[in-house]
């Protein structure tokens, strides 16, 4: 059992640090001119053990964009788990906890999100190879969301699936949409994000709240 957790953690650290080289090099390069082998130099990793993990680059890029938004909401949760009442102070925090996160990652890897639509749109040959791996990523981020809710007392009030293929249409966007027309559109797609989500009756929203 021992043995078997040490070396889960060792391909955990492996898929991590892949994950890191490949967000770099994505940045510098864009998702068309990067290549396996500099995501595999980036990584100190031979490019044999790239594909261990994932068996092409648009699997890839696409298991960076799902840590990501997992990252984002887990920082939701733990927001709304830890407050009595969900209002205002509690939306600009977690928008503040979004902003700061799309930051730290990076308006390039937001535009790259674009990139890749567009990659898939020209190439429908990529397009159909990677179609199950993308039904899988939005599958799992919408059971992902849902045991997030669970933990909470919450549920969506949209099918999961609805609600995680919402959520990768619109994060690049508002990433983008923020940097470029200086405009912070962090707080209100939030909004419209928690107008799908049905939390429990000791939590209110922000009109609630308003009107009480």
Request: zero cysteines.
């Given at each position: 059992?021992?043995?078997?957790?040490t070396r889960e953690r060792r391909l955990?650290?492996?898929?991590?640090?892949?994950?890191?080289?490949?967000?770099?090099?994505?940045?510098?390069?864009?998702?068309?001119?990067?290549?396996?082998?500099?995501?595999?130099?980036?990584?100190?990793?031979?490019?044999?053990?790239?594909?261990?993990?994932?068996t092409t680059k648009e699997e890839l890029?696409?298991?960076?964009?799902?840590?990501?938004?997992?990252?984002?909401?887990?920082?939701?949760?733990?927001?709304?788990?830890?407050?009595?009442?969900?209002?205002?102070?509690?939306?600009?925090?977690?928008?503040?906890?979004?902003?700061?996160?799309?930051?730290?990652?990076?308006?390039?890897?937001?535009?790259?999100?674009?990139?890749?639509?567009?990659?898939?749109?020209?190439?429908?040959?990529?397009?159909?190879?990677v179609e199950a791996k993308r039904t899988?990523?939005?599958?799992?981020?919408?059971?992902?969301?849902?045991?997030?809710?669970?933990?909470?007392?919450?549920?969506?009030?949209?099918?999961?699936?609805?609600?995680?293929?919402?959520?990768?249409?619109?994060?690049?966007?508002?990433?983008?949409?923020?940097?470029?027309?200086?405009?912070?559109?962090?707080?209100?797609?939030?909004?419209?994000?928690?107008?799908?989500?049905?939390?429990?009756?000791?939590?209110?929203?922000?009109?609630?709240?308003?009107?009480?």
């Amino acid at each position: 059992m021992v043995e078997r957790w040490t070396r889960e953690r060792r391909l955990e650290r492996t898929r991590a640090l892949l994950l890191d080289a490949a967000q770099e090099v994505f940045a510098e390069k864009g998702f068309t001119a990067a290549t396996i082998d500099d995501i595999a130099s980036a990584a100190g990793y031979t490019k044999g053990a790239v594909y261990k993990h994932f068996t092409t680059k648009e699997e890839l890029f696409l298991a960076l964009s799902d840590r990501f938004w997992r990252r984002y909401f887990d920082t939701f949760t733990e927001v709304l788990s830890a407050a009595g009442e969900v209002g205002a102070r509690e939306l600009d925090e977690i928008a503040r906890r979004w902003r700061d996160l799309s930051r730290d990652r990076g308006a390039e890897h937001a535009a790259l999100g674009h990139e890749f639509t567009l990659y898939l749109i020209r190439n429908p040959e990529a397009r159909a190879r990677v179609e199950a791996k993308r039904t899988e990523v939005a599958e799992e981020l919408g059971k992902f969301v849902t045991e997030g809710l669970d933990r909470i007392g919450g549920a969506l009030s949209v099918p999961p699936l609805t609600f995680a293929h919402a959520l990768i249409a619109t994060s690049d966007s508002v990433v983008l949409g923020s940097e470029l027309v200086d405009i912070d559109l962090y707080r209100p797609v939030l909004e419209m994000y928690m107008s799908a989500i049905k939390l429990p009756t000791t939590q209110t929203t922000p009109d609630d709240a308003a009107g009480s």
